[in-house]
């Protein structure tokens, strides 16, 4: 899959993005931080083809160990996010 390079908005959702914004499973709901990710990657004006590119960054501890160990930055943002969703919060968030 080749994947645009979005790295002016990269960055600036690096800057803009604090840890406690971060989905880690802990006691955090997916939806509440995929609404701060959708805010936060409007403001950096990142088209929506590019979000799997930097879905990263919304990771903290288990879930990014997870979005690594399966690979999802070969997968499409809606089946990537879908993923994360099931395999923490059971098949009636799928």
Same mark, same amino acid.
């Given at each position: 899959?080749?994947?645009?390079?979005?790295?002016?908005?990269?960055?600036?959702?690096?800057?803009?993005?604090? $840890?406690?914004?971060?989905?880690?499973? #802990?006691?955090? %709901?997916?939806?509440? /931080?995929? !609404?701060?990710?959708?805010?936060?990657? /409007?403001?950096? %004006?990142?088209?929506? /083809?590019?979000?799997? !590119? #930097?879905?990263? !960054?919304?990771?903290?501890?288990?879930?990014? $160990?997870?979005?690594?160990? %399966?690979?999802?930055?070969?997968?499409?943002? !809606?089946?990537?996010?879908?993923?994360?969703?099931?395999?923490? /919060?059971?098949?009636?968030?799928?």
């Amino acid at each position: 899959m080749h994947l645009p390079i979005y790295s002016k908005e990269a960055a600036t959702i690096a800057k803009i993005y604090i $840890d406690n914004q971060k989905y880690n499973k #802990v006691s955090n %709901s997916f939806n509440f /931080k995929l !609404t701060i990710f959708y805010n936060i990657y /409007k403001r950096a %004006s990142l088209l929506p /083809k590019g979000y799997i !590119t #930097v879905f990263l !960054t919304m990771l903290k501890g288990l879930t990014q $160990d997870y979005y690594y160990n %399966s690979s999802l930055l070969t997968r499409l943002f !809606t089946k990537a996010y879908n993923h994360m969703r099931y395999f923490f /919060k059971g098949l009636e968030y799928y």
